[in-house]
């Protein structure tokens, strides 16, 4: 997979996740920030997804919620402030929030 320049099509040369896997298939989001390519890779089938959201919520997304405190509330909620934090991330950062909100209440 190449990633290339907007209006240039030339060759981005910083580190992008998919830059130079190879797959059968790619698949992308109607507004460009996520992708994924799938295919057969050692004789297996197999799919990279790269979701364009914020970095936050997706480290957000892999993290144990018991191991989460008062730093992770700050991060959600300045994420839910801001002017589009992602409509497909908006109810899991709500969800997180009221969570949060309730296990650091007690």
Same mark, same amino acid.
């Given at each position: 997979m190449?990633?290339l320049?907007p209006?240039?099509?030339?060759?981005v040369?910083?580190?992008?996740?998919l830059?130079g896997?190879?797959?059968?298939a790619?698949?992308?989001?109607?507004d460009?920030?996520?992708h @994924?390519?799938? $295919?057969?890779?050692?004789?297996?089938?197999? #799919?990279d997804?790269?979701?364009?959201?914020?970095? /936050?919520?997706? +480290?957000?997304?892999?993290?144990p919620?018991?191991?989460?405190?008062?730093g992770e509330?700050?991060?959600?909620? @300045?994420t839910? $402030?801001?002017?589009?934090?992602?409509?497909? #991330?908006?109810?899991?950062?709500e969800l997180l929030r /009221?969570?949060l +909100?309730?296990?650091l209440a007690?």
């Amino acid at each position: 997979m190449r990633y290339l320049r907007p209006g240039f099509f030339d060759d981005v040369w910083h580190s992008r996740p998919l830059a130079g896997a190879r797959g059968q298939a790619l698949w992308g989001s109607a507004d460009g920030r996520s992708h @994924a390519l799938g $295919g057969r890779r050692d004789g297996h089938g197999f #799919a990279d997804v790269v979701w364009g959201g914020d970095a /936050a919520v997706q +480290e957000l997304t892999q993290r144990p919620m018991a191991g989460m405190g008062p730093g992770e509330l700050t991060v959600v909620t @300045a994420t839910l $402030g801001e002017p589009v934090p992602g409509a497909p #991330a908006r109810p899991f950062l709500e969800l997180l929030r /009221a969570c949060l +909100e309730y296990r650091l209440a007690e």
